[in-house]
Every structure is written in C-alpha cells, then in structure tokens.
C-alpha cells in the first residue's frame, strides 16, 4: 500500500547548493503535483503534470524545475536552493487532471532547511 | 481566485463531544470538496472526498456536507477522541488544476 513516496525525507542544504526531490506513485495516476506548505501560507501549488510528457507551472513555480520522467515519476529540482525555499515539500497524484472526481493522494513530505 | 477559509482556526474539546469544522470558498463552481487530516509533521490523509453533486459523505465517525450555493461545507466529528487530535483541511477543486487549500482548523481533543 505505497500510494505516494517521497524521497528523502529531512535535507538540509547551503545557500547556492542543489538538489532533486523524487516522487513516484503506484496508483497508475495520470496526474501529479508538487506543493510546499509553510506557517500562515497554507499549502501551495508549485507546478504539476497533467499527463507523462507535460508539465506547468502553479502558484510559485520560481526557483524550481520539475521533470515528469515516466508515468510514475514527479522530480522537483532546486538549482541554487535560498533560504525562501525552507518549507516542507508535498508530491500528490490524482486520477486525472480536470474534473479530478477521484481525490488527490498526497506523500509524507520532504523537509528542507536551507541555512 | 478562489479563496477558501476554515474557522476556527483552534479548537480544544474534551473527549465525548460531538464537534462542527467549517469550510468556506468563494467560487462556487467546483468540482469536488476534500477533507484531509495532517499530523503534527506528517503528511495529508485523506478522510472524505465529495463530489460536487453530493450533499454529503459519511465514515465512520465523520460526515461531511456541501452546500455549493451558499460555499460552505462542514465536518462533523461524532464522540471526539483524543486520538482525533490533529489537523483538518479543506480542499476544494475548480475547474482549473490545483486543489485549493484552507489554512486549517487545528484540534486537540482533551482526554
């Protein structure tokens, strides 16, 4: 019963370093999401991919690069990670993208600290 | 843009109460409603979905409404357990792509 893994788990990272937060999903999900989550701001959608081979951005898309490198697979880049980007990162998968009658399945969360 | 606010924001009830969350959108036009509980430093757990032409879903101790004309729904928690001490989110779907979230009602039930 995987459902949605995030890999890792806690990271902490320097100003100016890099990183790739992995998704995978075992559901045959069409389509998955990233969001973070922070103190006041609630959870925010970074970017998502309505199907295999496409991707767009969401709410706060700058700063991240995302790759849908298979069906199963959702990976969130960092490419010179700032202290603005410590939050806790959420991979979701849902049936579909529009009219998602199906719910979303969300991971566990990856939380970053940048210092 | 559609706004979603739960209130209240904090609630404490000792065990054996029965208890109301409520959620509130702007944009009537959605699709769906979802409710989700989140642990302190976990993840989201999903607890009901419903569709948008539903009025309500039920498990167990839960029972969830939607009244999309007026934007509301509630969550209605039956005989409150300490062990339903967490954090309860509202989501909503328009016909765009992302789950909107509330901010969240944060429960501790007392034993």
């Known amino acids: 019963n995987a459902g949605v893994t995030q890999t890792p788990k806690f990271q902490v990272l320097k100003t100016g370093q890099s990183m790739t937060l992995q998704c995978a999903q075992d559901?045959?999900?069409?389509?998955m999401y990233w969001y973070r989550q922070d103190p006041g701001m609630g959870l925010r959608l970074i970017y998502y991919?309505?199907?295999?081979?496409?991707?767009d951005k969401g709410e706060v898309p700058n700063g991240y690069n995302v790759s849908r490198l298979n069906k199963r697979e959702f990976s969130l880049r960092l490419e010179s990670a700032a202290p603005s980007q410590t939050s806790v990162y959420f991979c979701?998968?849902?049936?579909?993208?529009?009219?998602?009658?199906?719910?979303?399945?969300f991971g566990s969360g990856t939380r970053l600290t940048v210092v | 843009k559609q706004e979603v606010t739960q209130i209240p924001a904090a609630l404490s009830v000792p065990e054996g109460e029965n208890l109301v969350l409520n959620c509130s959108f702007t944009?009537?036009?959605?699709?769906?409603l979802q409710w989700f509980r989140q642990d302190p430093g976990k993840g989201l757990t999903s607890l009901l979905l419903i569709q948008s032409s539903q009025r309500e879903q039920t498990s167990g101790r839960l029972n969830a409404s939607l009244d999309k004309s007026s934007g509301r729904s509630t969550l209605y928690i039956a005989a409150s357990q300490p062990g339903d001490s967490a954090t309860y989110l509202c989501?909503?779907?328009?016909?765009?792509?992302?789950?909107?979230f509330g901010k969240g009602t944060s429960l501790l039930v007392t034993p």
């Open positions: 989501a909503v779907i328009n016909s765009g792509y992302a789950l909107n």
């Open positions: 979701a998968s849902s049936e579909a993208l529009a009219r998602a009658n199906y719910g979303y399945t």
């Open positions: 991919s309505a199907s295999e081979g496409t991707t």
């Open positions: 559901m045959n999900h069409n389509s």
């Open positions: 944009d009537s036009a959605i699709y769906n």
